[in-house]
Structures are given as structure tokens and as C-alpha cells.
């Protein structure tokens, strides 16, 4: 995936993914790539146009006329390589769509019957197959894979009242994960970073002066953290401003508070920190998660334990 940095590539650069995964995935019918301009036959659109990104079952045509830098805040800054990734990931999840017709939702599947969020997470599963298969062979790195992700989990419909819910970027990411898992393994290398557990990879940084005596290994890490604070406060705000509405304002007013309620989200994203593990002590710490070191074994993500038994 590298060398993809100039300027109107991106027509060329999807045709060539779109032919990747139609060999990746097998299908019997190979779907209609459209983008800005081009007439569609069917799901009510007539011309592709932004910010369109979509599966048409009926016409089996995917539409790739998103246009990232004004629909994904983080994506206003980033190169036009980083914006190629993630319109890969977004084709991906497009194409798990054209999957899941043809071959079933497979871990997603259960139920008494289809919703669109387990539609939803059956294709990000499938995005997590197919990008951790280039991983696997070395084409996509950890950091384009994590920047990439990133931005990916802050597009969709998060909202548990929308018909169009697309599981929070909790759900998201344990659907991408549990893709990304069946190519990868604990232990398996990608360039110098090592896939520690589903959700973190690690690479060992050179020793400091001190680190013998203490027994000290230190790690630069990817972690995929929640943060819920920015949730909590939304839902918090919202729910007095709805009360005030009920209380002073309109019934109208009452009602479409009412409809933002339960809106705030926790946002979820691989994050870069270092991890100092100290093997005499048996205790570790991550850089910037405002925790103290703590045993080994109070590592939520794991991520501790293997490495100690890895390195002390």
C-alpha cells in the first residue's frame, strides 16, 4: 500500500481494490463500482453523488462517492495516501455487504431475524478478514491499519434509537477484531510490531541506562481504548435540557428533545502509548492513561501478561 501519494489516484487505486477483493472474497458476481457522476439502476438513486457510500443489493452496484475530508472531521488534515486507506476500508465494508448476500452473515448471523446493525457488524467483521489479510502479507502496516481504523469508527450512525444503528464503536471494533483474528495471530510479526491480543500490538524500544538494574522492558504500543467521559457528559447535558424543555417549553420542543436523548457516544480508537513493564516487580504502566503501575495481571487488554512472559 505504499507509494500512493499524488493527487488523483483515487478512481484507479479503488478500481485496482475493487478488483482485489472480488479475487479475495470469490464471488459469483463481481458488483458494479459507481462513482460521482455515474447513473445507478436502482435502491432510488438515479446519479451518485457526495456523500454517497452504499451497497445496492437489487442493482448489485456499490457507490463511492463520499467525498472523506467534508464527512470525517479527523480526515480534514490527513494526506491524500491516508484518505486512500480509508476509502479502501469504506469500499471493504461495502463489499461485506455484497458478501453477506451471497454467503451469509457469518458470526452475525444468529437471531430471530436480520436487523441492520447485525447486517452492519457482518460487514465490518468482513473489513476485519480483509485487512488483516494484507497485513498478513505484509501490504498494510500497523499504523496505516490503526490511523485507518480510527477513522473508520467515527463513521456511521451511532444512535441506539436510529433505524440505520450501526453498533457503537465498541461493537465495531469487536466485529472488526474478530475479523482481524482469524488472519493474525498472538505472536506473529508485521514489519517490527508484534500482534500481542485481538486488540494490541506492541514493538520492543532500545534499553535506557537504568533499565538492567530494574529489569525494565519498555514498549511502543497500540491499544483500542473506550473513552466514555465525552458520553457522560452529552447524555448529562441532554437530559437537563430536555427536562427544561418539558418543564418551560413547547410540547414540540418536549418531543424533539425527547428524540436527542441517549445521542452522546463513547468514542473508541487505537491509541498510541508507551508501556514500561518492570519484570522484578512484576508490575507495568502506560503512558498517559492517569494510572499509577499496577500488577501484571491488571491489565484489562492483557496485553502485560504476554509480554512479560514474552521478555522477563
Not at 505504499?2 to 459469483?28: C, E, F, I, S, V
Not at 538492567?212 to 522492558?217: P, W
Amino acid at each position: 500500500m505504499d507509494g500512493l501519494r499524488a493527487p488523483g489516484q483515487r478512481k484507479p487505486y479503488l478500481n485496482a481494490a475493487h478488483d482485489l477483493l472480488h479475487r479475495h472474497w470469490g464471488t459469483q458476481v463481481k458488483p458494479q463500482l459507481l462513482f460521482a457522476g455515474d447513473t445507478a439502476n436502482g435502491c432510488g438513486v438515479k446519479r451518485v453523488q457526495h456523500p454517497m457510500a452504499f451497497y445496492c443489493p437489487p442493482s448489485k452496484q456499490i457507490a463511492m462517492a463520499l467525498d472523506l475530508r467534508k464527512s470525517v472531521r479527523a480526515a480534514k488534515g490527513l494526506s491524500d495516501r491516508s484518505l486512500l486507506l480509508l476509502d479502501l476500508a469504506v469500499l471493504a465494508h461495502e463489499w461485506g455487504h455484497h458478501v453477506n448476500r451471497e454467503k451469509g452473515l457469518g458470526p452475525f448471523s444468529g437471531g430471530m431475524g436480520l436487523t441492520v446493525k447485525q447486517e452492519e457488524l457482518a460487514a465490518d467483521w468482513r473489513t476485519g478478514v480483509f485487512l488483516g489479510w494484507l497485513m498478513r502479507v505484509g501490504a498494510l502496516k500497523v499504523d496505516d491499519f490503526s490511523q485507518t481504523a480510527n477513522l473508520l469508527f467515527e463513521m456511521g450512525d451511532y444512535e441506539r434509537i436510529s433505524r440505520q444503528h450501526h453498533g457503537y464503536p465498541k461493537d465495531r471494533f469487536q466485529a472488526l477484531t474478530r475479523g482481524l483474528s482469524s488472519q493474525l495471530e498472538p505472536g506473529q510479526t508485521i514489519g517490527d510490531w508484534t500482534v500481542d491480543t485481538a486488540e494490541t500490538f506492541s514493538r520492543r524500544l532500545p534499553e535506557e541506562p537504568r533499565d538492567a538494574l530494574l529489569g525494565a522492558r519498555r514498549y511502543e504500543v497500540r491499544r483500542f481504548e473506550i473513552e466514555r467521559g465525552q458520553q457522560i457528559a452529552t447524555n448529562l447535558i441532554g437530559g437537563l435540557l430536555g427536562a427544561a424543555s418539558c418543564v418551560w417549553g413547547t410540547q414540540d420542543q418536549c418531543v424533539g428533545m425527547a428524540m436527542q436523548q441517549g445521542k452522546g457516544r463513547a468514542l473508541g480508537s487505537y491509541t498510541e502509548r508507551q508501556l514500561t513493564l518492570w519484570c522484578n516487580s512484576r508490575t507495568f504502566d502506560v503512558s498517559a492513561d492517569d494510572f499509577d503501575p499496577q500488577p501484571i495481571e491488571r491489565d484489562g487488554k492483557g496485553q502485560a501478561r504476554i509480554l512479560a512472559s514474552r521478555d522477563c
